[in-house]
């Protein structure tokens, strides 16, 4: 039952992306990241949970953090789906939209992906201001946070990903590829050799 209700909020995330009202390129500051199917995109709307503008299912303050966001697009009122933020490393940008739950706001990123192999095009955002707002915000609080969450790791070199205690466990577990030590050790013999 609750795999059938995942695939169908996963079917409503795809369509409700794929009709996008002609190019939002126009006045974009945005950096170009040479992805697939990348354009660079800025528009208003308001930032919502994505869970509970498919599905009802709604937590105060869009989840604390706890949900992945989203922006509903004032020009044509399509749920764009929000999964990284400005800073290079795998970074998401809940915590630089959660400060903008149920507000309207003005972003510009880049709209990435091919609509007609994957019928949806996911954002990245690099810049925010609320709606109204004369200056911008750069997205880079993700880890800013984590390195406050983590204040023992700071001092370890490294970026946040190779000393966060959930990526360790989890390689420790499954390796790096996701497929056991075995799989690790193997792939790396046949790739140095």
Do not use: H
Request: proline fraction near 2%.
């Amino acid at each position: 039952m609750m795999r059938i209700q995942l695939s169908a909020l996963a079917a409503a995330v795809i369509l409700s992306t794929t009709a996008y009202a002609g190019s939002f390129s126009e006045g974009s500051n945005a950096k170009e990241w040479g992805l697939f199917g990348e354009e660079t995109a800025t528009f208003s709307g308001k930032v919502v949970d994505i869970l509970c503008e498919l599905s009802g299912d709604c937590a105060d303050n869009c989840g604390d953090g706890t949900r992945q966001l989203g922006i509903v697009r004032a020009a044509d009122n399509v749920l764009v789906p929000v999964l990284k933020n400005r800073q290079s490393s795998f970074n998401g940008a809940v915590a630089d939209l959660l400060p903008y739950c149920n507000k309207m706001v003005d972003v510009d990123g880049l709209l990435v992906g091919d609509e007609e192999q994957t019928a949806a095009k996911l954002y990245m955002v690099q810049f925010i201001r609320e709606t109204g707002a004369a200056e911008w915000s750069k997205t880079t609080l993700w880890t800013k946070k984590w390195n406050a969450d983590n204040p023992e790791k700071k001092a370890i070199k490294g970026p946040w990903f190779r000393k966060d205690d959930r990526v360790v466990r989890q390689i420790e577990k499954d390796g790096y590829l996701g497929l056991g030590k075995e799989a690790d050790e193997k792939f790396i013999a046949e790739w140095y050799n």
